[in-house]
């Protein structure tokens, strides 16, 4: 796990140097989760519970980590979820792009002093239209699916999340 942060914390200040600009946005949506072997779950959250941090490193290419974090809580149950997705955005001419990704989820639940937590790793892609709104802003649709991979030791089961997210984005020259 300590290697992942240290790759994803590289990412993001290495590429710094090489951005002319930066694209800081959030993100709020749909996702249904389909879990193997129980029941599928499906959330809209507003506001989000993503961040992104987008390096435009050229024409057609920006590097942009994904973050995000979730606490739940109803009586005796609290459950916390902390992801970290770095992803690439292709540029296809001004205004559509496909993106790739891979991620690394953590997660944690107390119920009644009964503790558990785990670790997922997950790979996923997607594709989207960004939107000028005027000279510093942007507006973003996506539609995109992860694959978070069975973690047997920790008792986590695979899961397949599809999105379709509209977001807002602050361009940074």
Known sequence: MRRTLVLAIGLLVGSAPLSAQLEIGVDT???????????????????????????????????????????????????????????????????????????LARFSQSDTGLDASWTQYGFGGGAGARMALGDSAMLRLEGAADYWLENADDGAPQRTAVRFVAGVSAIIS
């Open 29 to 103: 949506g749909l996702e249904i989760g389909l879990v193997d072997g129980t029941d599928n779950d499906t959330s809209f959250r507003l506001p989000s519970t993503w961040a992104r941090i987008g390096y435009i490193t050229g024409a057609s290419l920006i590097i942009e980590p994904r973050l995000g974090f979730e606490f739940y809580s109803t009586g005796d149950l609290t459950e916390t979820a902390l992801l970290l997705v770095p992803g690439v955005n292709y540029l296809l001419g001004e205004r559509f792009y496909i993106r790739g990704e891979v991620g």
